[in-house]
């Protein structure tokens, strides 16, 4: 495939990301999820430790008699981890996993706000080289004179990853 057949496919993959996504922080960088596939924010609750389980899964809460994974976000992308403090929330997402929709939390410092995106300011995910693992990141949006990385949350895991968690939960 051509480096244009490429780019032409890259354009149609983004244009049908355009809409609103709920923004939040992890450390100094700003992230963005579609916001259709945000249940609710709650704040920090008491996570039930499920053993060995990998170092982001942080467990299980109850939410409303369901019980849902949690993950920190940080930990996963290999960022330092945090005290969580009174900003840190859980977003509450519809992850699609082996074509089955399950809720999952994501520990977050801080939910900033929902923005739209549209077409002109999304660029694609930039290439840092074969041993960076970008395939969860959609893109990069540009706003505000800030850059904010796009996650493909259905990828945030790998299937091997979900297999594991879902086995405990």
């Known amino acids: 495939m051509g480096a244009a057949a490429s780019l032409e496919i890259q354009e149609h993959v983004l244009k ?5 996504y709920l923004t939040f922080a992890l450390s100094e960088e700003e992230y963005g999820v579609e916001i259709l ?17 990998p170092h ?3 467990g299980v809460i ?7 994974p949690v993950i920190d ?5 290999g960022l330092d981890s945090k005290a969580y403090d009174d900003r ?16 999952m ?3 977050v410092d801080t939910v900033s706000e929902v923005v739209n995106i549209g077409l002109e300011d999304m660029e694609h995910t930039p290439v840092f080289g074969v041993n960076v693992d970008t395939h969860y990141i959609l893109g990069m949006a540009k706003l505000k004179g800030k850059v904010k990385i796009l996650l493909d949350i259905d990828k945030v895991l790998t299937e091997t990853q979900w297999q594991q968690i879902s086995k405990a939960v």
């Open 16 to 20: 049908g990301k355009e809409g609103k």
């Open 73 to 77: 976000l940080r930990l996963r992308f």
């Open 105 to 107: 939390g994501l520990v």
């Open 88 to 103: 840190t929330c859980i977003i509450v997402a519809e992850v699609r996993s082996d074509n089955t929709s399950v809720q």
């Open 37 to 53: 596939k945000i249940r609710e924010i709650i704040g920090m609750m008491d996570v039930t430790t499920v053993p060995q389980m």
């Open 56 to 58: 982001y899964v942080k």
């Open 62 to 68: 109850n939410l409303r008699g369901k019980v849902i």
